[in-house]
Each structure stands twice: as structure tokens, then as C-alpha cells.
């Protein structure tokens, strides 16, 4: 092997190795997003649950449940599940949870599916989409995912 390729080697396992830290950091970033959205919009549901309960009646077209059933369901799934994506606790199950929540929202409000509400439709769809990473690969090395898994294995 030469000198340059031996450098141009070293070279790449350094930035792989650099690019491979970065991606945990990214991984939490993820999950503070995700966190940021989800409890924030559980947090203005319970601030007047009198327009929740009027919008889960009139304006949300939950498939299967009562509205007001819809309305206290979706305000505790927003509290509490993004805590758990928050630490990176069970996320993968917890990130499933959120994805089937989100697809129902999409679901159920007509409005997204208009030309006026084309913005949130892409907006839930990108909510899906990066669930969706944390679905398949976890939550990374900063995570109590990772410390359990390092507890277990022990």
C-alpha cells in the first residue's frame, strides 16, 4: 500500500469516525425536536380543553371514538410519549406509538388535504418521516435506550 493511499485511508476512517459521534448528537437533536412538537401541542390542548373537546366535535374526524374520547386520548398521547422519546427510552416502540398518532391526525382533519393545508399536510408528513428514523434505528449512544441495553447485556 502506498503512502497516499495509506494517508487517504487513515484520512477517512478519522472523518468516519468524527461523522459517527456527530450522528448521536444528531440522533438527540431528533428526539428534542420531536419532543418539542409533540408535548407542546399536548400543552395547548389542556390549556382549554372547552376548544379541544369543540374542535375534536366539529372540525377532527377521529375514525371509531367519541370526540371528546379523541380529544382527552390525543392530549395524553402528547404529554406523555414524547417524554419518553425525550430520553430515548423504549423509542422505538415510542416512536411506533407516535407515528400511528400522527398518521391519525393526518387522517382525521380534512383541512390538511386542501390547497390552504398543503403546509401542515407536509409538515405531518415530515413528523412521519423522521418518527420514522428513530422507528428503524433507535435512538443511538445517548440514550437510556443504550444504557439499559449495556445494564442488560452485563
Known amino acids: 500500500m502506498s ?10 476512517c478519522q472523518l468516519e469516525n468524527l461523522l459517527e459521534n456527530f450522528g448521536d448528537w444528531v440522533y438527540l437533536i431528533i428526539r428534542i425536536y420531536l419532543f418539542g412538537v ?19 366535535e366539529y372540525e377532527y ?3 371509531f371514538l367519541n370526540s371528546n374520547l379523541a380529544a382527552y386520548l390525543g392530549a395524553f398521547t402528547e404529554l406523555v410519549i414524547p417524554w419518553f422519546i425525550l430520553l ?8 411506533l406509538i407516535l407515528f400511528v398518532f400522527n398518521a391519525v391526525a ?6 390538511l388535504w386542501t390547497d390552504n393545508g398543503i403546509a ?16 428503524c434505528y433507535g435512538a443511538k449512544r445517548i440514550s437510556l435506550d443504550n444504557i439499559l441495553g449495556k445494564l442488560i447485556k452485563k
Open 120 to 135: 401542515g399536510f407536509y409538515q405531518h408528513f415530515c413528523w412521519g418521516l423522521t418518527l420514522s428514523v428513530l422507528m
Open 88 to 95: 430515548g427510552l423504549f423509542t422505538r416502540f415510542t416512536s
Open 38 to 56: 409533540f408535548f407542546y401541542s399536548g400543552y395547548s390542548k389542556i390549556i382549554d380543553m372547552n376548544a379541544t373537546f369543540i374542535l375534536f
Open 3 to 12: 503512502e497516499i493511499t495509506k494517508f487517504f485511508n487513515l484520512l477517512y
Open 106 to 111: 393526518l387522517y382525521s382533519y380534512p383541512f
Open 61 to 63: 374526524s377521529v375514525p
